[in-house]
């Protein structure tokens, strides 16, 4: 696992942009985090990286959020925080948006027994004003994979 300071939003974002450029369909990225402690600035990175057309919102209303790049493949924004039930939960169809694009769950613990276990798993957490914690772990062969891929960060 690792685990690495945040000093800012911008770094917080950098660190979005830089998991986004290596993101490729079938990735699953489990985004943790008490309010405010910057799943929305992280994701806005990872759909930079991406190469997203459109902008970032947050999905706590409508559920799914979809971030496409320029030749359409989609990002998911999923966010599980209203889900009341499993079977509700497995209506929407992980798998399914697994099989097009990528997907990046805000409040993953929600619905933890209905997904993939190959999957990265990112925890925010609240230090100080400006300071978040980042603690990343990869389980799986390609999580593993692209968690390296970042480098020194
Ligand atoms: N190191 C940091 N990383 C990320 N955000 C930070 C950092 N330091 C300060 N902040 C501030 O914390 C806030 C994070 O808000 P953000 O909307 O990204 O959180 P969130 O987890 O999406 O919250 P919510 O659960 O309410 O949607 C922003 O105002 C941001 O400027
Ligand atoms: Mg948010």
Not at 113 to 139: D, F, G, K, N, Y
């Amino acid at each position: 696992m690792a685990s690495i300071t945040s000093n800012s939003p911008d770094q917080t974002r950098e660190l979005g942009r830089k998991l986004g450029r290596l993101l490729q369909p079938g990735d699953l990225l489990c985004l943790q985090g008490d309010l405010g402690a910057g799943k929305t600035t992280f994701t806005q990175g990872l759909a930079e990286g991406w190469g997203s057309v459109d902008s970032v919102s947050s999905p706590t209303f409508v559920m799914v959020n979809l971030y496409r790049a320029q030749d359409g493949t989609p990002l998911y924004h999923m966010d599980a925080y209203r889900i009341e039930s499993l079977p509700e939960a497995a209506q929407i169809g992980i798998d399914d948006m697994l099989a097009e694009g990528a997907l990046i769950l805000e409040w993953p613990e929600r619905i933890e027994a209905l997904l993939p276990t190959e999957r990265i798993w990112m925890t925010l957490t609240h230090i100080s004003e400006t300071e978040r914690q980042v603690e990343i772990s990869a389980h799986g062969t390609r999580p593993e994979t692209l968690i390296q891929g970042i480098g020194n960060w």
